[in-house]
């Protein structure tokens, strides 16, 4: 190998490092907007419905449930 080729190769060695930094900036800069960006919005049928409050559920499937089919809300 001369040194044409050496020289050839280390830049794109050096491209290719420098782009693959950029997109993991970019990519980790979006994801921690996206984290930090506020929740949508709940359903309207929903919004009067608190955390803990319980939910009457229809199942077809009869089964014996100690609690009667009633599912307790928790929102985050």
């Given at each position: 190998?001369?040194?044409?080729?050496?020289?050839?190769?280390?830049?794109?060695?050096?491209?290719?490092?420098?782009?693959?930094?950029?997109?993991?900036?970019?990519?980790?800069?979006?994801?921690?907007r996206e984290i930090d960006s506020p929740r949508k919005k709940v359903h309207p049928e929903m919004e009067d419905v608190k955390t803990g409050d319980q939910l009457l559920v229809f199942n077809l499937e009869e089964d014996d449930d100690e609690d009667e089919g009633n599912i307790t809300v928790v929102r985050r």
């Amino acid at each position: 190998m001369n040194d044409l080729t050496v020289l050839l190769y280390l830049i794109m060695f050096a491209i290719v490092v420098g782009t693959t930094f950029a997109f993991m900036y970019t990519m980790m800069k979006s994801t921690l907007r996206e984290i930090d960006s506020p929740r949508k919005k709940v359903h309207p049928e929903m919004e009067d419905v608190k955390t803990g409050d319980q939910l009457l559920v229809f199942n077809l499937e009869e089964d014996d449930d100690e609690d009667e089919g009633n599912i307790t809300v928790v929102r985050r």
